[in-house]
């Protein structure tokens, strides 16, 4: 295998509580900074896929067949991109493996995300870092956000003080101050999850295609206010959220429509609270993630936030490689001496750093 100085490429792999599918990208990095992006890829997870992951959330059913079946797609998920890219394995020093997260309970001690490194490292001879959020709970942090100091990094030309917001499954926030290294990062609350949920109950896509349920239905504000009557929207951030520590079914009763409205109504009323909690105004609101697609949500956010609510194609970043490109820096830092979270972004006792180390077996291959 090549020295680490001839392996010019880090690789991120991302799998989200919306449960739509793997996110991999390839980017050179330092760890403090990202030098170039390269290739990008999405793969949609099919139907069953789809209610394998959600048959495991909790930390039930066959969590061990799931976790194979899943770390095989993502396995499939790199050769596909490196083959795509035209990169060799041996180019690759690093896979950053979030794998999918079935349980989160920090205030347990506790979040699991499913994902075999071992047999990622395996088979695609490139050695894997995996087990990110563990060591930041251990700590006493939340475990997530995890990507704010990342987006913070990205941020440092643009006018600030700006809030970034990552709308997957639970929606996220990292309000990014004007002096450096000045972080706030939390969950707002639900994102895409109960959305998708509702819709895919009724038999439809797995998701409110560009927001046309909503943008059809009513809001019901007297269950918009019971969802929002919730102590967690008054925890001092940070603080982060399980997927399913909120459901969908206090709308049931409503039509499609009008449940699709409520809950898309939710998530940008939750993510409207989190100026509550800013030190400062933010000039611009950045949406990153799926729920940047959803032109009604959109069009709520921006009803209800005082700046400019914006894509983050607006600064030239690209929204749905996101996270994933954030993925392969995060083990790339403590090698260049940087933490991984702050006390301002999770929670956690001290700067720390995370991830845990499976070395590719000699003679693998990819």
């Known amino acids: 295998m090549a020295s ?33 992006m390269g290739a990008f890829l999405s793969l949609p997870y099919d139907p ?38 035209g990169v060799a394995a041996e180019e690759v020093r690093v896979i950053g493996f979030h794998g999918h997260t079935i ?6 001690g506790r979040t699991w995300q499913i994902g075999d490194g071992a047999l990622l490292a395996a088979e695609t001879g490139i050695d894997v870092v995996a087990d990110l959020r563990g060591n930041d709970v251990a700590l006493g942090g939340e475990g997530a956000p995890l990507v704010p100091l990342y987006q913070a990094a990205l941020a440092a030309d643009l006018e600030r003080p700006l809030a970034v917001v990552n709308i997957g499954g639970v929606a996220n926030v990292a309000w990014i101050g004007e002096t450096e290294g000045e972080v706030l990062a939390f969950d707002t609350g639900p994102g895409n999850a109960l959305i998708n949920d509702w819709v895919e109950q009724h038999g439809r896509d797995p998701l409110d295609r560009d927001g046309a349920l909503a943008r059809a239905g009513r809001v019901d504000e007297g269950l918009l206010a019971r969802l929002l009557d919730n102590p967690y929207f008054d925890r001092v951030p940070p603080k982060s959220l399980d997927r399913d520590d909120f459901s969908a079914v206090p709308a049931a009763g409503l039509s499609l429509e009008d449940g699709a409205a409520t809950l898309t109504a939710f998530t940008a009323a939750t993510i409207a609270k989190a100026v509550e909690h800013f030190a400062a105004p933010v000039r611009r609101w950045l949406i990153t993630g799926g729920g940047r697609h959803n032109p009604t949500l959109m069009a709520m956010l921006a009803a209800r936030l005082e700046a400019p609510v914006e894509p983050v194609e607006a600064v030239g970043w690209q929204g749905d490689a996101r996270e994933p490109r954030a993925f392969p820096s995060l083990p790339l830092r403590p090698l260049a001496g940087l933490p991984l979270t702050l006390p301002t972004t999770t929670g956690v006792s001290r700067p720390a750093s ?13």
Request: charged fraction near 30%.
């Open 103 to 108: 349980l989160h309970r920090p205030q347990e």
């Open 48 to 85: 069953e896929t789809r209610r394998s992951l959600r048959s495991v959330l909790g930390g039930q059913g066959p969590v061990e067949e799931v976790e194979r079946e899943l770390t095989l797609r993502h396995v499939a998920a790199v050769r596909r991109l490196l083959r795509e890219a």
């Open 354 to 366: 995370g991830g845990r180390l499976h070395p590719a077996p000699e003679g693998a291959h990819a």
């Open 4 to 36: 680490d100085e001839a392996k010019p490429w880090a690789l991120g792999l991302m799998s989200g509580t919306s449960l739509d599918g793997i996110d991999a990208a390839l980017i050179r990095s330092d760890g403090a900074r990202q030098v170039a």
